[in-house]
């Protein structure tokens, strides 16, 4: 069962609002970061209901709603000025039943054999950590991240991962879920590492596809079920991400709309589980609504459980 779907950090349907305002380093000045908050927090906040309106539930803010969340330039208190506006979104998501995530970028790798991009991955985490925290949410809403680099080889790699994991603090740790990519770890590699640290893993359509290891022939379902048992009932609902492929790209590349057949067979890889599905196309909340309206689908209010479409 579906319990809720939603879409990644910008909203196309409003178009004036957005919640990645940022400026460059060298125009960073407390007076102009302290803007650019203000801002991408008030309209988080209209995002938000239009979200309601619209039935998605589920909604990644972007990395970037505090511009140099963790870098020496962003010297503001800000989880402290800005304190009645964070406790105003944090309220509204609970109130809606809403779910939100957050995805540092690519740069964030706990793994990497840089002792530098360790250091700059660890102040990254803490720094998004402390937007989920204050918005005063629970660690049901998730920091996702991927395994990170695969060189010299996958077992070494793994091994810096552990390493890395174990500095990460415990209250950031407790949000931290990881995801199969598309180029260097798999659901394969990845979830026997889950079960073993007790950390959530979240499953991607498109990246398993992309890149399934020797799992490409075993079925989905079953791959499903599994990842569905390192979600603890304090982590929520296992998250899933859904896309479909640009056919005019490389292996993993996200398609502006989703496929609704493709939806639907993945739908039906469900069974008895329940999920949060986050739709990562580039068609964001265009893309859901046109999807909705091409199945027909009643999404389920949020903070409801409805079942997936039928086709």
């Given at each position: 069962?579906?319990?809720?779907?939603?879409?990644?950090?910008?909203?196309?349907?409003?178009?004036?609002?957005?919640?990645?305002?940022?400026?460059?380093?060298?125009?960073?000045?407390?007076?102009?970061?302290?803007?650019?908050?203000?801002?991408?927090?008030?309209?988080?906040?209209?995002?938000?209901?239009?979200?309601?309106?619209?039935?998605?539930?589920?909604?990644?803010?972007?990395?970037?709603?505090?511009?140099?969340?963790?870098?020496?330039?962003?010297?503001?208190?800000?989880?402290?000025?800005?304190?009645?506006?964070?406790?105003?979104?944090?309220?509204?998501?609970?109130?809606?039943g809403l779910r939100v995530s957050m995805h540092p970028g690519q740069y964030t790798v706990l793994n990497s054999e840089n002792p530098a991009v360790v250091e700059a991955a660890l102040a990254e985490l803490a720094g998004t950590c402390r937007v989920l925290d204050a918005l005063g949410?629970?660690?049901?809403?998730?920091?996702?991240?991927?395994?990170?680099?695969?060189?010299?080889?996958?077992?070494?790699?793994?091994?810096?991962?552990?390493?890395?994991?174990?500095?990460?603090?415990?209250?950031?740790?407790?949000?931290?879920?990881?995801?199969?990519?598309?180029?260097?770890?798999?659901?394969?590699?990845?979830?026997?590492?889950?079960?073993?640290?007790?950390?959530?893993?979240?499953?991607?359509?498109?990246?398993?596809?992309?890149?399934?290891?020797?799992?490409?022939?075993?079925?989905?379902?079953?791959?499903?079920?599994?990842?569905?048992?390192?979600?603890?009932?304090?982590?929520?609902?296992?998250?899933?991400?859904?896309?479909?492929?640009?056919?005019?790209?490389?292996?993993?590349?996200?398609?502006?709309?989703?496929?609704?057949?493709?939806?639907?067979?993945?739908?039906?890889?469900?069974?008895?589980?329940?999920?949060?599905?986050?739709?990562?196309?580039?068609?964001?909340?265009?893309?859901?609504?046109?999807?909705?309206?091409?199945?027909?689908?009643?999404?389920?209010?949020?903070?409801?459980?409805?079942?997936?479409?039928?086709?």
């Amino acid at each position: 069962m579906i319990r809720a779907v939603g879409y990644a950090g910008i909203c196309l349907g409003l178009p004036a609002r957005s919640i990645t305002r940022t400026t460059r380093l060298a125009h960073a000045t407390p007076e102009r970061l302290r803007a650019l908050i203000r801002l991408n927090l008030t309209d988080l906040l209209a995002i938000l209901a239009y979200n309601v309106r619209e039935r998605f539930c589920l909604f990644r803010i972007n990395q970037g709603i505090i511009p140099f969340v963790s870098h020496p330039i962003n010297t503001l208190a800000w989880w402290e000025e800005f304190a009645p506006l964070l406790r105003e979104n944090g309220e509204y998501i609970r109130a809606h039943g809403l779910r939100v995530s957050m995805h540092p970028g690519q740069y964030t790798v706990l793994n990497s054999e840089n002792p530098a991009v360790v250091e700059a991955a660890l102040a990254e985490l803490a720094g998004t950590c402390r937007v989920l925290d204050a918005l005063g949410l629970p660690p049901m809403h998730k920091i996702v991240i991927h395994g990170g680099a695969g060189k010299p080889e996958a077992a070494s790699a793994l091994a810096r991962l552990r390493a890395g994991w174990t500095r990460v603090p415990a209250h950031v740790r407790a949000r931290l879920v990881l995801e199969n990519d598309d180029r260097v770890f798999s659901v394969e590699d990845l979830l026997p590492v889950c079960r073993a640290w007790g950390v959530p893993l979240v499953f991607d359509w498109l990246h398993h596809h992309a890149r399934p290891g020797s799992w490409a022939e075993r079925p989905v379902a079953e791959i499903l079920a599994e990842v569905a048992q390192t979600w603890q009932p304090h982590d929520g609902p296992p998250k899933v991400h859904f896309s479909s492929q640009d056919r005019e790209k490389k292996p993993g590349a996200h398609a502006y709309w989703l496929e609704t057949q493709e939806f639907l067979a993945f739908a039906a890889h469900l069974h008895a589980l329940t999920v949060d599905v986050m739709a990562e196309c580039k068609g964001k909340d265009l893309a859901l609504r046109r999807l909705r309206e091409e199945l027909g689908w009643e999404m389920p209010a949020c903070g409801d459980v409805g079942p997936p479409p039928a086709g």
